[in-house]
């Protein structure tokens, strides 16, 4: 019915025209065909030929794996997802259905995780891997860290932007979606259908509930517990006027007496 | 004349020096060659056999694509262009001329386009490309994204440092310099001879005008109209004095109503 | 001793819990063998073959060059180090003993430097390189930018995670440990025994005292002489109550002024 519509020119009326654009976007793609190059890519599975994919590595054979790619033991991509070019997926890491892994993805490096020995640090070996659910997109040299332990976790219809780091055990749950250049530190753990704004820094081990949107340039350091927007942003300002607001924030404190004195003065 | 001036090795007195210096080091820099290990660029193109280029892209021959890049259909790259090494250049994206692109650099990844259907994303297909222009310089892993409808566009003498996130349909102006680690989100548009901090944040949706510079670590949420240097970071403390200045930031607006009262009391 | 506590399932009392946890996440490791896939690192030194490496590279006979990674011309990889698969080692870079290099790090490009030539701008070549310690490890995507004349330099035992930008002509003192999606700008020197916060920046030409610890988010816009614990984050708060801060913090000066008026007047 989209097609007709589309063929005549009429005038359609859309509940949702956003979604309806979205749609009509995947037509226009899957009519004009696949732009990037590999028109090889047949009904069965399809691996370039400079990609190097471990033979223990399983790859659903309506998976795509392209050029440059590495693919170590025991990792799995599952039907109908694509590694675009140049990503690497470590050993034991475990990709969904339907998803697209953009260039320069690195999935599985070795989370971030030392011991103190005197002023040396001490590795901890990183035990676990990735497991990223169906649906899930990810953005151009975004970073998904193996867990310590257990594994790193990414639920089903999650959408990451480029330029993320997501540390060891992290949990980041259904339908979320991240915007570039965030930081998401180790075992923090992200609901489900929430949206966390670029630049932002998300602490290690706290929690932030379901339905939280957290604007762009924020930094989360404690646990989120109720839905809403949060934010944490210092406002910008012409840099003369910054300068002396900043310099007075240093005070803050200090004002905060000074009222408070003045308050209790002003009743004797 | 320079030359003559080096190996007299007499006194030179230069109105710009550090302008001096930079093409002292070009000249350096030509007289002890090529270091990077590939002796075998010459006058015609030349593209590294570890390098996977479509057949319908076009490298003029004077360009250089070094090894493990990706170059799919339709891309072009000008002359005396560099892609130095393990760079992706997506289908149908453009690099000008004389530009340098450093390793680990994705051109032309799916900006990040979703429309909500219920609880999931519907992905909205990309379909401009990147346009870059002449002269312009991409640090290592910097990202660009392809544009939504149309194209992102990096015009000439653009400087980008390393991990820069650009998403789709941004556009940036001539002779504009961005710091490592800066996020610019989509279809903002940053003027010409401009110079963005590291790791600062550009908001989408915006117009910054010609010659504003950003201070690093500043988070730009509206658009800016006049040139001029803006900031807008948290200044440093003691974690102590941070501590409560951080406290007493979160009641500073009510901190303003005490002013006022006190100030109405004071005139009965 | 400790392998046989492991086997007969006793209880071992350390002195240290974290640091016995590492050494036996490192024990498991070497028992369970090498997950990569690749089973053909032997005595000698390895790499694989489709990686690029230049012949006048030299890589230590007990190093490791993973797949479809770079080393170019002068490049040296020490004894026992990994490039795991994926890094790029620029001309002239010299990586030291036990060292783990992540997927896609790149170390050695150009630093980001440009003169002024009136609205253009006009390329240093960097001449410096990079020189790594021994016992250092390099999280996924990281870049370290050569030097401009002299070297960048990384210390024995420094540990960088993830994402993170490291400037030309930056020294890292010893065992100072950086967390993902920092940004350190050009020519600063952080001290040893450091550890900076996730998401933090630190601008150029600036020095950090050993023992410095940064918590993440921050901006270091000056030298720090004392060791300590060091912060600058706008705490987070639901959206409205942020939106009427921050207005007022742009304020405050004068709110300051309107305090110290308060306490002239009471004052007759």
Same mark, same amino acid.
């Given at each position: 019915?989209?097609?007709?519509?589309?063929?005549?020119?009429?005038?359609? +009326?859309?509940?949702? !025209?956003?979604? /309806? /654009?979205?749609?009509?976007?995947?037509?226009?793609?899957?009519?004009?065909?696949?732009?990037? %190059?590999?028109?090889?890519?047949? #009904?069965?599975?399809?691996?370039?030929?400079?990609?190097?994919?471990?033979?223990? #590595?399983?790859?659903?054979?309506?998976?795509?794996?392209? !050029?440059?790619?590495?693919?170590?033991? @025991?990792?799995?991509?599952? #039907?109908?997802?694509?590694?675009?070019?140049?990503?690497?997926? @470590? /050993?034991?890491?475990?990709?969904?259905?339907?998803?697209?892994?953009?260039?320069? +993805?690195?999935?599985?490096?070795?989370?971030? %995780?030392?011991?103190?020995?005197?002023?040396?640090?001490? *590795? &901890?070996?990183?035990?676990?891997? +990735?497991?990223?659910?169906?649906?899930?997109?990810?953005?151009?040299?975004?970073?998904?860290?193996? %867990?310590?332990?257990?594994? $790193?976790?990414?639920?089903? %219809?999650?959408?990451?932007?480029?330029?993320?780091? &997501?540390?060891?055990?992290?949990?980041?749950?259904?339908?979320?979606?991240?915007? @570039?250049?965030?930081?998401?530190?180790?075992? #923090?753990?992200?609901?489900?259908?929430?949206?966390?704004? =670029?630049?932002?820094?998300?602490?290690?081990?706290? $929690?932030?509930?379901?339905?939280?949107?957290?604007? =762009?340039?924020?930094?989360?350091?404690?646990?989120?517990? *109720? !839905?809403?927007? /949060?934010?944490?942003?210092?406002?910008?300002?012409?840099?003369?006027?910054?300068?002396?607001?900043?310099? $007075?924030?240093?005070?803050?404190?200090?004002?905060?007496?000074?009222?408070?004195?003045?308050?209790?003065?002003?009743?004797?």
């Amino acid at each position: 019915m989209r097609d007709a519509a589309l063929n005549r020119g009429t005038t359609i +009326v859309v509940q949702d !025209p956003y979604l /309806y /654009y979205a749609k009509l976007t995947q037509l226009w793609r899957r009519r004009y065909g696949e732009w990037k %190059g590999d028109e090889s890519v047949g #009904a069965g599975g399809w691996i370039h030929p400079s990609a190097v994919v471990h033979p223990q #590595a399983e790859v659903h054979q309506s998976a795509r794996i392209g !050029p440059l790619c590495v693919v170590e033991r @025991g990792a799995r991509v599952g #039907a109908g997802s694509e590694l675009t070019s140049r990503v690497s997926l @470590g /050993y034991d890491c475990i990709i969904g259905e339907r998803c697209i892994v953009h260039p320069g +993805v690195v999935i599985g490096a070795d989370g971030f %995780g030392f011991a103190k020995d005197g002023e040396r640090w001490e *590795k &901890i070996e990183q035990l676990g891997a +990735v497991w990223i659910g169906n649906d899930v997109e990810i953005g151009a040299n975004t970073c998904i860290d193996r %867990g310590a332990l257990s594994d $790193t976790v990414i639920e089903d %219809g999650v959408k990451l932007d480029n330029l993320i780091q &997501i540390g060891h055990n992290v949990r980041i749950g259904r339908n979320t979606a991240i915007a @570039g250049s965030v930081a998401v530190a180790g075992s #923090a753990t992200i609901g489900a259908n929430c949206t966390v704004g =670029g630049g932002s820094l998300v602490s290690g081990h706290l $929690t932030i509930a379901d339905g939280v949107h957290l604007s =762009g340039c924020s930094c989360v350091s404690k646990s989120i517990t *109720k !839905p809403g927007v /949060y934010t944490g942003v210092f406002p910008l300002d012409e840099h003369g006027d910054w300068e002396r607001n900043a310099a $007075t924030l240093r005070q803050l404190h200090r004002l905060r007496e000074r009222i408070r004195h003045l308050e209790r003065e002003r009743q004797p």
